[in-house]
């Protein structure tokens, strides 16, 4: 959708920017949830700032912070004894998230839902056409790094309980089903929406009666919801040209 | 008369050659003009140079009485370029999502759509003949429909001088014929200025009062009534008796 998001590892930069926060949390005994907001905050200003530099070759931009985030976290993990507790973030678990994170999300979530109020048509306009937006004084800079902080600080959180392996899938799987039923920006925010919060309780609540990973089960019913909606489509329009043939037989 | 575009003694070109070179032309608040010429004689550079995104040589460009470089009021003098239909056609924006976005600056501190901002989105299509297609996906909608909605997002400012680079392109004749009707109305109605560029010779005299010919680093004026086009034997236009 955003132009920013055209390049699928996007979101991948982020990961192993919070990846490496989670490691280096490990070595110094901090708290890594606050220190991966740091860092991939950093790692998202980074990835605009070459992206604007390198325009044409935007592509590249990633691959230099993904390539040197990934060497820093392989550094990081193999200094810190025990890397265990490293699984738990790439894979996520539940039993991870403390009273302290919830009271950490809650204003943030009212940050981010109140940053797409407040910009909500210039960040509608940058999607659509960022050279356009630009032109009609939208200022596209700070939409583009604000938007950047708040993707960045989303993929920490939600680190926790998805893993930071899939949290990424997360992000694209619901706007892909989304985009295949809206027929609007409005109805594409909106169905993601309702589809996110679907999705992760109904993984939850499945991963914890089966006792199965939470993240990956709460990847795998975004993905059953995807298939559906494709199977759906596709049967309606064959029965749709199967009826058209139908109608049309009788004129000849 | 008051001129809204008056250009002095413009010289401009990309490299070392000039593409054009003294050139004046003033056109006033009102007019409806026809910018043509071959390929590459400079039409859209001009326009380029009017909209100050690229720097003349030497001369002068005023809008509507400011030098360009120092004019602040965009929203007056809006331009639509050659590119405009180069979009995502899987993107899901209605008509009025596409047109709302047009109106940033006017929303107020949340930027979403006011029922008064509403009612001038409904105007502005109502001015363009799409009413209907309000909620349509905009690239559910033919070429020429399309050219029209981003008319009516244009018309949202409430400019005063509209420029538009070849909106005719890779329209059928009869949407054509419809999208000139739209720009008559406009010029005609809300005396919106109206520059534009084309290819299509026979239409430009019923429409337009001016007609600028771009030829040989120069700008030639003609007023509709003089202007004579006809297609030589070989298939090339002959202008008032040159060819173009």
């Known amino acids: 959708m955003f132009e920013i998001f055209s390049y699928s590892f996007m979101p991948r930069a982020f990961l192993v920017g919070n990846l490496v926060a989670v490691a280096l949390g490990m070595v110094l005994g901090v708290y890594p949830v606050y220190l991966a907001i740091i860092v991939s905050v950093l790692a998202a200003i980074g990835v605009e700032k070459l992206r604007v530099d390198y325009k044409d070759y935007a592509e590249l931009s990633l691959a230099v912070i993904l390539s040197s985030a990934l060497g820093l976290m392989t550094v990081l993990v193999s200094l810190s004894r025990s890397n265990s507790s490293i699984f738990s973030y790439l894979f996520g678990s539940i039993s991870l998230v403390t009273p302290e994170d919830l009271w950490v999300i809650f204003p943030i979530s009212i940050f981010i839902v109140g940053g797409v109020l407040v910009f909500y048509y210039g960040f509608f306009y940058l999607s659509f056409n960022e050279e356009e937006a630009h032109m009609a004084g939208i200022p596209v800079k700070l939409l583009n790094n604000f938007f950047m902080v708040m993707v960045a600080i989303t993929i920490s959180f939600s680190m926790r309980i998805v893993g930071g392996l899939l949290v990424a899938s997360m992000l694209i799987l619901l706007v892909a089903t989304a985009l295949r039923i809206a027929k609007s920006f409005r109805d594409t925010i909106i169905y993601s929406i309702i589809l996110g919060i679907f999705s992760v309780n109904s993984g939850l609540f499945i991963s914890f009666y089966v006792d199965l990973a939470s993240g990956g089960t709460i990847i795998l019913s975004n993905i059953i919801i995807f298939i559906l909606v494709v199977l759906y489509q596709f049967l309606r329009d064959k029965i749709r040209t199967k009826r058209f043939h139908y109608l049309t037989s009788f004129r000849r | 008369m008051n001129p809204a575009i008056e250009i002095c003694n413009l010289s401009f070109g990309y490299q070392k050659n000039l593409l054009l070179q003294e050139v004046n032309l003033t056109i006033n608040k009102g007019d409806f003009v026809a910018f043509i010429g071959p390929n590459g004689s400079g039409k859209s550079t001009l326009l380029k140079l009017i909209l100050n995104t690229l720097k003349p040589k030497k001369g002068e460009i005023k809008l509507l009485g400011v030098p360009n470089f120092r004019f602040t009021d965009w929203t007056k003098v809006r331009y639509i370029s050659q590119k405009v239909r180069e979009f995502n056609d899987s993107f899901p924006a209605t ?144 202008v008032n008796n040159s060819y173009v």
């Open chain 2, 95 to 238: 008509v009025k999502e596409l047109i709302a976005s047009n109106m940033y600056h006017q929303m107020g501190f949340l930027k979403l759509v006011t029922p008064k901002l509403s009612k001038r989105i409904d105007q502005s299509l109502e001015m363009v003949g799409l009413s209907k297609c309000r909620n349509e996906q905009i690239g559910n909608l033919s070429g020429g429909q399309q050219q029209r909605v981003f008319i009516a997002r244009t018309l949202v400012k409430e400019p005063e001088i509209i420029l538009l680079d070849e909106p005719l392109v890779g329209i059928d004749q009869k949407t054509q014929h419809e999208i000139q009707q739209i720009l008559i109305k406009l010029n005609q109605k809300l005396g919106t200025t109206i520059v534009m560029i084309s290819h299509n010779l026979e239409s430009i005299k019923g429409q337009s009062n001016k007609i600028f010919l771009f030829k040989d680093m120069d700008v030639f004026n003609y007023t509709a009534k003089e202007f004579t086009v006809h297609l030589s034997k070989k298939g090339e236009w002959v």
